[in-house]
């Protein structure tokens, strides 16, 4: 069985840059921190440290698991204060933002049990599609809908993905001629949830991985997908929406969908935060509770 420690004191020898070094540092004796990293590379059969009388150099493959070693024992530290703080019961504001429609067809649903389940934590919810700034806008989380991650100095956690897909009511289908080719929606009304006027283009893919650029003129531009939802249903125009605000009205009939064999790209739903280190304990528990109840409420549809 592996033994944490051996990663330990290989850990401390790297970043001591010595095994005396270390050994102070774990008030041990250098031949107990050596046994250990000795037995480490001989269970892994590889060396991991070059050793001379006057000098102690990392290997290549070394500096790799000293790198992964180094995420385990954050973890193990991370996982020790979770069962710390709640025993000392979380309590205080948190601040989180997310876009619209999250909002509400996601944190709607889980947030009054994440509240019950922690009464001395009050939440504030800025449901906005605009990109926040965690610092600047004093934001704990956000929560972000990419079809391409950033390269932000943030935290990230994963929360699901989702898609879009093109729907309307039963009365718009019946009273228009809907034409096989995407690219041509662009001469229907459009319901457009994107807040700018400009004209929004996505990107889908259909049949066989084959991807097409569509460009729309909408007649209706809101971040608020109830509204378009309902629009929708009655006849206004033709929406490209996540399949996962739109399954009531499809399942109900309100809602029909068209071309089912295109989709957008696949777009994920991640956390970011500023860091695993120093999070007050209100702020990790709500990371931990969204992230396991997220998927059950905006799993993806294909």
Request: charged residues 25%; proline residues 5%; contains cysteine.
């Amino acid at each position: 069985m592996q033994d944490l420690n051996d990663l330990l004191f290989f850990t401390a020898v790297v970043e001591q840059a010595g095994f005396s070094a270390a050994g102070r540092v774990l008030n041990l004796p250098k031949s107990s921190v050596s046994r250990h990293v000795a037995r480490l590379e001989a269970r892994l059969g590889v060396r991991l440290l070059e050793r001379s009388t006057r000098k102690l150099r990392v290997t290549e493959v070394g500096k790799e698991y000293y790198s992964r070693c180094r995420a385990i024992l954050a973890d193990l530290d991370l996982a020790d204060r979770d069962v710390s703080e709640h025993r000392s019961k979380p309590a205080g504001i948190i601040r989180v933002s997310c876009p619209t429609g999250i909002a509400q067809y996601g944190l709607a649903y889980i947030v009054p049990g994440f509240m019950a389940r922690y009464p001395l934590v009050r939440v504030q919810i800025l449901a906005t599609n605009r990109l926040i700034d965690l610092i600047e806008d004093k934001v704990d989380v956000a929560i972000r809908a990419r079809t391409r991650l950033q390269d932000e100095s943030l935290t990230m956690r994963k929360l699901s993905t989702s898609r879009l897909i093109f729907v309307a009511g039963p009365k718009f289908v019946a009273s228009n001629v809907l034409p096989p080719d995407p690219a041509k929606f662009a001469e229907l009304p459009f319901l457009s949830f994107q807040e700018e006027t400009a004209r929004p283009s996505w990107k889908v893919t259909g049949p066989g991985g084959e991807t097409k650029i569509v460009t729309f003129d909408p007649v209706l531009w809101t971040s608020d997908f109830n509204i378009l939802v309902e629009a929708a249903c009655s006849g206004t125009g033709v929406a490209l929406l996540p399949a996962q605000v739109v399954e009531h009205a499809l399942s109900e009939r309100r809602l029909v969908r068209i071309l089912p064999e295109w989709h957008s790209e696949s777009v994920t739903i991640h956390l970011v935060f500023m860091t695993k280190r120093g999070l007050p304990s209100a702020v990790r528990v709500f990371i931990n509770y969204l992230a396991a109840q997220f998927k059950d409420i905006w799993e993806e549809r294909r």
